[in-house]
């Protein structure tokens, strides 16, 4: 009996493989279908205007939301076969207003990865379906940002091996905005440890002084923010 491979892990499913039959993208293996609805949990109990939306191409959004965000989950847990920890994600990528594709972006402590697919391919797509695909290593990364033109906002990054080079649109500025602040703050951290270890000395240094003054008191400490913001 031959059973499919796991889209995900490369291990057999308990699926046959039937040559007469068009095969659907991603069959998974119960293993890795366990992570997926784990990871769907997760990002559902998260802030949900996050979550992915694809207002053209589906009428029943509860559809949409569930087909385009478990095919996120199981690309982006292929591409990371759970290795690296996700730091921060943004659903609602596509390739421009008309296009019919949509996708997400994530980062982990070493890479930011995105990728889009055609939406009308969900379960049905030939191979993966992935339109557009773009990893790179924090340390390479330049720069990140939205830029506005006819299509609507376009996500334009630059690295060091590629330069600047636009890759897909977002829909979500917001969350846009909140997300590329995070990633350069990452790839910053990832660049210039020791610029990120003198400012966390500066800190303890300040508070130290603090306390010696007096002007530091438990009601301050409870201030969540305070080693942050000072
Ligand atoms: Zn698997």
């Given at each position: ?49 996050k979550?992915p ?19 996120c989950?199981?690309e982006m847990?292929?591409k ?6 996700i730091?921060d994600f943004l659903f609602n990528l596509d ?8 996708g997400m972006a994530y980062f982990t402590?070493?890479r930011l990865r995105l990728f889009t ?15 557009t695909e773009y990893s790179a ?7 990140v ?10 996500l334009?990054i ?9 890759q897909v649109y977002v829909?979500d500025?917001?969350n846009t905005?909140?997300f590329i602040?995070k990633l ?47």
């Amino acid at each position: 009996m031959v059973y499919k491979k796991c889209y995900i892990c490369g291990q057999d499913t308990s699926i046959k493989k039937n040559l007469f039959k068009k095969s659907k993208t991603w069959d998974i293996c119960s293993s890795c279908n366990l992570l997926v609805e784990n990871k769907i949990q997760t990002f559902s109990s998260l802030n949900l205007s996050k979550l992915p939306k694809n207002r053209i191409l589906f009428l029943n959004k509860n559809y949409v939301e569930k087909q385009v965000l478990e095919k996120c989950v199981v690309e982006m847990l292929r591409k990371t076969r759970g290795e690296e920890e996700i730091l921060d994600f943004l659903f609602n990528l596509d390739n421009g207003s008309l296009s019919g594709t949509c996708g997400m972006a994530y980062f982990t402590n070493t890479r930011l990865r995105l990728f889009t697919f055609a939406a009308d391919g969900i379960g049905t797509a030939k191979l993966t379906g992935l339109k557009t695909e773009y990893s790179a290593a924090l340390s390479d990364i330049v720069n990140v940002e939205i830029k506005k033109d006819l299509l609507g906002n376009q996500l334009i990054i630059t690295d060091k091996v590629n330069g600047a080079k636009e890759q897909v649109y977002v829909q979500d500025i917001p969350n846009t905005k909140c997300f590329i602040k995070k990633l350069k703050t990452a790839a910053e951290n990832v660049q210039f440890p020791e610029k990120q270890l003198s400012a966390n000395m500066e800190k303890f240094r300040k508070l130290k002084e603090l306390m010696k003054s007096g002007a530091f008191n438990k009601k301050k400490l409870e201030e969540k923010d305070f080693l942050v913001e000072n």
